[in-house]
């Protein structure tokens, strides 16, 4: 116990910096616990696949296969935390279940939270035997690299004694209990640590009293609560793609905010890999459940770049009236233009039920920009839109709103204009509006053919026309802008200014006469030829973007050598 004392004194001071002030009780937080109202599980050999059981009125009971489709199966598996699921299976393949048949006709939209919250007869009414029990497979997420490691090192120099300390287990006086109430046959496994170690986290509420710990966690996460516990100790943590999410699970169980949002991003690896979009759709609300703000902006960013990808993939029919909002509010969705959002929008609700209430309705709506709608499109759209048909009174003040902006100064309307995003653009990529260039940032040998031909070469330079704005008052006002992507000093001097780092993205016009009244705030997009996929979104500052390293971008870099730019103009008015 010397040694133990001694450490403790030694580290102290280190770790007393670092951890975070905060005092939540480890007995207190929100956990997984003994099974729920509603709560679902797979009865079969693999924890992935099996008969869907459901939990009501304090007893398992199966599923009819009535109905029982992939929307269905979608619900089952996200509510077991997979990113979505394979198919769904019929007439008792995953074997006959015993006990009350719970639900039967059950129909789901894919995007409900619980298989509960599905339209079902009612629990217990059914017509079926146990031969028809429901089952699912769900995604494992096998197809990534789970063995990938990454390091998490917040030890600042401490003494690889207290990671030997842990592993030698003497001396400890509380023992930690690994447990998963909701599986009667999962046996909980039993390690011991040091209080004056565990002390030193606030957050895990340790007193002299403290004996004991119960940890409740899904069964496939047991074994890596080990490694958890082994992080207090020694401040390092090794995460991979596999372990995430149990990692990520045990920081918010025991209120480790900054652990939390380490290993958080970890899951950002994965964003680019799903073309599905189910993954991303499951981390969002994996997100919210764990109230990792990081984590659901990250997702969020990366299904705003990619939005026309996401709108067109499976995923895209089960994502909640939550995430519609959060995604309708941003202003870093890259979209053709905003009528693109407002007929997606109205295509999205065509195929939901569960969107009834008309503030519900009225709340999707309001987060569209009708002002920025190309007025040909939006006169057009009274005449072709269902939804403006069942809400003409909405529509109709919101399109007078829109041609107010377009047909007057905006110094003589501004004052009604409170809510600021409302006239301001999103990233449009419409050819009014952007240029794409199929260089790829990679300096090469080429340098002479550079040198003598980079005037003359469509890769790396282009011009194009767009208005000085989006209103109709400036559509016969047209400036011209000059895009280049910069690879070597020279050719920053040559034009007289200098590169602070290469290569360098240049959008510039020399048409300043509206300044005054017209600020730009552009983008560069930068896109995967062969996917795709936009992976990064830089600010034009002062004319001209540096493109990050892959080690400064908030994503990887998928395509490193294959990639092209894509310049977007977004002018607002001052």
Same mark, same amino acid.
């Given at each position: 116990?010397?040694?133990?004392?001694?450490?403790?004194?030694?580290?102290?001071?280190?770790?007393?910096?670092?951890? /975070? !002030?905060?005092?939540?009780?480890?007995?207190?937080?929100?956990?997984?616990?003994?099974?729920?109202?509603?709560?679902?599980?797979?009865?079969?050999?693999?924890?992935?696949?099996?008969?869907?059981?459901?939990?009501?009125?304090?007893?398992?009971?199966?599923?009819?296969?009535?109905?029982?489709?992939?929307?269905?199966?979608?619900?089952?598996?996200?509510?077991?935390? @997979?990113?979505?699921?394979?198919?769904?299976?019929?007439?008792?393949?995953?074997?006959?279940?015993?006990?009350?048949?719970?639900?039967?006709?059950?129909?789901?939209?894919?995007?409900?939270?619980?298989?509960?919250?599905? &339209?079902?007869?009612?629990?217990?009414?059914?017509?079926?035997?146990?031969? #028809?029990?429901?089952?699912?497979?769900?995604?494992?997420?096998?197809?990534?690299?789970?063995?990938? =490691?990454?390091?998490?090192?917040?030890?600042?120099?401490?003494?690889?004694?207290?990671?030997?300390? @842990?592993?030698? !287990?003497?001396?400890?006086?509380?023992? +930690?209990?690994?447990?998963?109430?909701?599986?009667?046959?999962?046996?909980? =496994?039993?390690?011991?640590?040091?209080?004056?170690?565990?002390?030193?986290?606030?957050?895990?509420?340790?007193?002299?009293?403290?004996?004991?710990? /119960?940890?409740?966690?899904?069964?496939?996460?047991?074994?890596?609560?080990?490694?958890?516990?082994? %992080?207090?100790? *020694?401040?390092?943590?090794?995460?991979?793609?596999?372990? !995430?999410?149990?990692?990520?699970?045990?920081?918010?169980?025991?209120?480790?905010?900054?652990?939390?949002?380490?290993?958080?991003?970890?899951?950002?690896?994965?964003?680019?890999?799903?073309?599905?979009?189910?993954?991303?759709?499951?981390? %969002?609300?994996?997100? $919210?459940?764990?109230?990792?703000?990081?984590?659901?902006?990250?997702?969020?960013?990366?299904?705003?770049?990619?939005?026309?990808?996401?709108?067109?993939?499976?995923?895209?029919?089960?994502?909640?009236?939550?995430?519609?909002?959060?995604?309708?509010?941003?202003?870093?969705?890259?979209?053709?233009?905003?009528? @693109?959002?407002?007929?997606?929008?109205?295509?999205?609700? #065509?195929?939901?039920?569960?969107?009834?209430?008309?503030? &519900?309705?009225?709340?999707?709506?309001?987060? $569209?920009?009708?002002?920025?709608?190309? +007025?040909?499109?939006?006169?057009?759209?009274?005449? *072709?839109?269902?939804?403006?048909?069942?809400?003409?009174?909405?529509?109709?003040?919101?399109?007078?709103?829109?041609?107010?902006?377009?047909?007057?100064?905006?110094?003589?309307?501004?004052?009604?204009?409170?809510?600021?995003?409302?006239?301001?653009?999103?990233?449009?990529?419409?050819?009014?509006?952007?240029?794409?260039?199929?260089?790829?940032?990679?300096?090469?040998?080429?340098?002479?053919?550079?040198?003598?031909?980079?005037?003359?070469?469509?890769?790396?330079?282009?011009?194009?026309? *767009?208005?000085?704005?989006?209103?109709?008052?400036?559509?016969?006002?047209?400036?011209?802008?000059?895009?280049?992507?910069?690879?070597?000093?020279?050719?920053?001097?040559?034009?007289?200014?200098?590169?602070?780092?290469?290569?360098?993205? &240049?959008?510039?016009?020399?048409?300043?006469?509206?300044?005054?009244?017209?600020?730009?705030?552009?983008?560069?997009?930068?896109?995967?030829?062969?996917?795709?996929?936009?992976?990064?979104?830089?600010?034009?500052?002062?004319?001209?973007? !540096?493109?990050?390293?892959?080690?400064?971008?908030?994503?990887?870099?998928?395509?490193?050598?294959?990639?092209?730019?894509?310049?977007?103009?977004?002018?607002? @008015?001052?």
């Amino acid at each position: 116990m010397t040694r133990c004392r001694s450490l403790f004194a030694i580290v102290w001071p280190l770790l007393f910096l670092q951890v /975070s !002030a905060q005092s939540w009780s480890i007995f207190g937080v929100q956990r997984k616990g003994a099974p729920q109202e509603g709560g679902v599980r797979l009865v079969g050999s693999v924890p992935t696949a099996g008969r869907v059981e459901v939990y009501h009125s304090g007893q398992w009971g199966t599923v009819c296969d009535d109905n029982w489709e992939m929307a269905q199966a979608q619900v089952v598996c996200r509510q077991l935390g @997979f990113p979505g699921a394979v198919s769904a299976s019929v007439g008792g393949v995953n074997g006959e279940g015993s006990g009350p048949i719970w639900l039967d006709d059950v129909t789901c939209t894919g995007s409900e939270s619980s298989l509960a919250s599905c &339209r079902f007869k009612g629990w217990g009414i059914t017509d079926c035997s146990h031969k #028809e029990d429901a089952g699912v497979i769900c995604e494992s997420g096998s197809s990534v690299d789970d063995d990938q =490691k990454f390091s998490l090192d917040h030890s600042i120099g401490l003494s690889e004694d207290l990671g030997s300390l @842990f592993d030698q !287990a003497e001396n400890c006086d509380v023992d +930690v209990l690994v447990v998963d109430s909701s599986d009667d046959q999962s046996h909980g =496994k039993t390690f011991c640590v040091h209080r004056v170690i565990l002390s030193l986290y606030p957050q895990l509420n340790i007193s002299e009293s403290t004996r004991n710990i /119960s940890v409740d966690i899904s069964q496939t996460c047991h074994h890596h609560v080990y490694s958890f516990f082994r %992080y207090f100790y *020694t401040r390092k943590l090794d995460v991979t793609l596999a372990s !995430a999410q149990c990692q990520h699970q045990l920081s918010y169980m025991f209120g480790m905010e900054h652990l939390l949002e380490e290993v958080g991003k970890v899951f950002t690896l994965l964003l680019p890999q799903d073309k599905t979009f189910r993954t991303q759709v499951s981390l %969002y609300e994996y997100g $919210i459940r764990t109230e990792d703000l990081l984590l659901q902006e990250n997702v969020l960013q990366y299904l705003s770049w990619n939005f026309e990808s996401f709108v067109s993939s499976p995923a895209w029919k089960t994502i909640t009236v939550h995430m519609m909002e959060a995604l309708l509010s941003r202003s870093d969705l890259v979209v053709e233009d905003e009528a @693109f959002l407002l007929e997606t929008l109205e295509n999205w609700l #065509e195929q939901r039920t569960d969107v009834t209430s008309p503030k &519900r309705l009225i709340s999707l709506l309001n987060q $569209i920009r009708f002002c920025m709608i190309p +007025v040909e499109k939006l006169y057009d759209f009274q005449f *072709t839109s269902s939804l403006y048909q069942s809400n003409e009174e909405y529509f109709s003040s919101a399109i007078l709103r829109a041609f107010q902006f377009n047909s007057l100064p905006f110094s003589k309307i501004r004052k009604h204009f409170n809510d600021s995003d409302s006239y301001l653009p999103r990233i449009y990529t419409s050819s009014n509006w952007s240029l794409v260039l199929n260089s790829t940032s990679t300096r090469n040998n080429m340098y002479n053919q550079y040198r003598h031909n980079y005037y003359s070469n469509p890769e790396r330079q282009g011009s194009f026309s *767009t208005p000085a704005h989006n209103s109709v008052l400036y559509n016969q006002k047209i400036l011209q802008w000059q895009a280049q992507v910069l690879l070597y000093s020279w050719e920053c001097s040559n034009q007289g200014f200098t590169c602070e780092s290469l290569p360098m993205a &240049r959008l510039i016009t020399y048409d300043r006469s509206y300044q005054s009244t017209i600020r730009f705030s552009n983008k560069l997009i930068l896109t995967c030829k062969t996917e795709n996929t936009v992976f990064h979104v830089q600010d034009f500052k002062n004319d001209k973007a !540096a493109i990050p390293s892959n080690g400064t971008m908030s994503l990887p870099n998928p395509c490193p050598d294959n990639y092209f730019y894509t310049f977007v103009v977004r002018p607002e @008015f001052i």
